[in-house]
């Protein structure tokens, strides 16, 4: 019998998304535009007399975690999650952190389900507890990708993009449950994202490939009409970004900033067609 078992998922990073709620948390989701990169979490899963979950060694109550866990198995298990990335910061380490489990679940425990199935269960997971509508879309294929159908669906357009690398600073975390949760907040960013995929279509028409300048300043447009940057620091940052040349927006869900270009206090992060796997 295996003792344990690792597993890894991406950090995705959303630039626009577009609501696509439905009754059936299975069949929600969303549109929109986004890429993974090389860093994500590794997640370590073992036989245990209790289910515990743990982020960065510390114990943490992580329902969408919790709900994989309960769909999965009725045996206890011990799930350690590492990460660099904060929760609540927009790289989508729920997600991550839910597909990462599920896979490596199923084969501690020789389930037999496939990757599609296990998909779609940290997917619904992810949903139920409001913490995110497409990241495990993103994590499950990897790359920079535009959903024109909604996440739930699995089907997805690759995107070709000459940059490699992007540049990021968390300022404060985002609850994403409060955002998910505002129907007000919801309906004017269905409309906006409507108007910034059909900007980011419009741009992929004329050329073979897009930029991070194209997407950054459609996205940039998306969060401040939507009503979601919101954030002084994030605000600023941005300006100061735009000042000396480059493009940058507000990672969603998150007070952070991404960039083209390096700025005071960023990381630079690799733009990665890498997708969740077994280790």
């Known amino acids: 019998m295996k003792k344990t078992v690792r597993a890894f998922a991406p950090a995705n990073i959303s630039c626009i998304f577009k609501p696509h709620p439905k009754r059936s948390p299975r069949w929600s989701g969303s549109l929109g ?17 209790k289910t ?23 045996k206890s298990v011990l799930v350690s999650i590492d990460t660099t990335f904060l929760l609540g910061s927009g790289f989508g380490i729920s997600g991550a ?42 994590q499950f294929f990897g790359g920079f990708l535009l959903k024109i159908k909604p996440s739930s669906y699995f089907d ?4 070709k993009t000459k940059e490699k690398y992007v540049y990021c600073r968390v300022f404060s975390p985002i609850s994403t449950k409060e955002v998910l949760s505002n129907t007000a907040l919801l309906t004017k960013i269905e409309n906006v994202a409507a108007e910034a995929l059909q900007a980011i279509e419009n741009v992929l028409q004329k050329k073979n490939d897009i930029i991070l300048q194209d997407i950054f ?14 954030n002084a620091e994030v605000k600023k940052t941005i300006g100061e970004i735009e000042k000396n040349g480059g493009n940058a927006s507000m990672i969603i869900l998150g007070n952070a ?23």
Do not use: C, W
């Open 33 to 49: 535009l986004g890429f993974t990169l090389s860093d994500g979490v590794t997640v370590y899963v073992s036989n245990a007399q």
């Open 52 to 74: 515990e979950v743990f982020f960065n060694k510390k114990q943490i109550d992580m329902p969408t975690v919790m709900s994989v866990l309960k769909r999965l198995t009725k």
């Open 97 to 138: 952190s839910a597909l990462a489990t599920a896979y490596a679940v199923n084969s501690l425990l020789n389930l037999k389900k496939t990757n599609k199935m296990l998909a779609v269960i940290a997917h619904t997971a992810e949903v139920e507890n409001k913490t995110g509508l497409g990241d495990v879309t993103n």
């Open 156 to 159: 997805v357009v690759k995107i």
């Open 217 to 230: 300043a459609i996205s940039k447009t998306f969060v401040v009409e939507s009503g979601l940057l919101k």
């Open 257 to 279: 900033v991404m960039s083209t270009i390096p700025f005071f206090g960023a990381t630079q992060y690799e733009i990665s067609d890498k997708r969740a796997q077994l280790l």
